[in-house]
């Protein structure tokens, strides 16, 4: 099986298997590679192309089209990252086709306000309708210019349904899962474990640090961001000394958290951390017996922006570590597990017979 992925850099970088172990060229070699290669850039232009004389001929734009305008103008711009483009794309993409909605004049006030209600009282998750509303404003204007009922710029998105506590790792299981990661791929996959537990940043950002990204001084850099903006932090002392011996001696291009292959953790075609979350899942969480529910990487991140709240830090600087663009995402996190229910059951005791 034959990937191609693009590197921060804009580069591409072929991934093939050869005798059971992953290959990785920074060039394209082979006659099928390069057919890959050609293939899918001719259908980037060719769907740009098409765009372009949708505009030219002043028609009405198909309202996928209208999506996918305002993913490529929000990555060319910086506005979005591809992962965010991602999301978007796939989020309004089916929520226009459950609906039927074919142009930007199909989608009425009064239509999007049913999903108001539906979303209020927690049939169904209001993401998707938030990032229609971000593309139709754009459509309305300069290039575009198409047809949108300006009544739907007035609506006001509902509250959130509430959503319970996410499923917490305890201390001991975090502790024990770094331990399983040490043992499958030697040092420094312990240590991107443990930076996930600790700092709470995506995985695919952990996968695209490079050793230049940290800087004599201790700072990390995380130049890709599913934002497209860079995020810069401190690390703890004893993170800066132990990143630092990892990366003596290595290319600055090189990864700072290799794969147990050396090379860059392979990424999925959405541009997900595919690789280190399989291999996360088949070395670490499944051989500790965790449960299906606290099982996914992205636990890792919960116990970490948990541990920041239970610190007593503020969320804009737990932004700086985890990447966060929406401050009010954080609120689900303010949650508890177990082991701080005990503690603090023994706080109250010993309060009891004071």
């Known amino acids: 099986m034959t990937s191609i992925s693009r590197l921060p850099s804009g580069k591409y970088r072929v991934r093939w298997r050869e005798s059971g172990r992953q290959v990785a060229s920074a060039a394209v070699k082979t006659r099928l590679e390069a057919e890959v290669m050609a293939r899918r850039i001719e259908q980037d232009l060719a769907r740009a192309q098409a765009l372009r004389q949708d505009v030219q001929a002043g028609r009405m734009m198909p309202l996928e089209a209208v999506i996918e305008r305002y993913c490529l103008a929000g990555v060319s711009t910086g506005r979005m990252g591809q992962g965010r ?14 609906r039927g909605w074919t142009t930007t004049a199909a989608i009425t006030a009064e239509s999007l306000d049913r999903w108001r209600i539906e979303a209020a009282t927690g049939q169904r998750g209001d993401n998707p309708a938030r990032y229609l509303l971000a593309v139709l404003r754009w459509a309305s204007g300069p290039p575009l210019r198409q047809v949108v009922d300006p009544g739907l710029f007035v609506l006001r998105s509902p509250r959130r349904p509430r959503k319970g506590p996410p499923p917490l790792l305890s201390e001991s299981q975090v502790g024990h899962l770094i331990i399983l990661a040490t ?98 899942r088949d070395r670490c969480s499944t ?24 610190a007593g830090i503020d969320d804009r600087t737990k932004a700086l570590f985890t990447g966060h663009q929406t401050l009010a995402v954080f609120a689900r996190y303010k949650a508890t597990n177990h082991d701080r229910a005990t503690a603090a059951l023994d706080r109250l005791a010993r309060c009891d017979t004071a």
């Open 85 to 98: 483009a991602w999301e978007v794309r796939r989020g309004c993409l089916r929520f226009i086709a459950e």
């Open 183 to 280: 043992k499958a791929g030697g040092e420094v996959a312990g240590a991107a474990i443990e930076h996930l537990a600790t700092y709470g940043c995506r995985p695919v950002e952990l996968c695209r640090l490079q050793v230049q990204d940290l800087s004599p001084a201790g700072v990390l850099t995380h130049r890709t961001t599913k934002n497209a903006q860079p995020v810069s932090h401190p690390l703890l002392p004893h993170h800066r000394s132990r990143y630092a011996a990892l990366a003596s001696g290595m290319p600055p291009e090189n990864p700072l958290f290799p794969s147990p292959d050396g090379d860059f953790w392979w990424l999925g075609s959405r541009g997900q951390a595919a690789e280190l979350t399989n291999w996360y």
């Open 287 to 310: 051989p500790a017996g965790l449960p299906v529910s606290q099982r996914g990487i992205y636990c890792l991140k919960d116990y970490a922006i948990s541990r920041m709240e239970s």
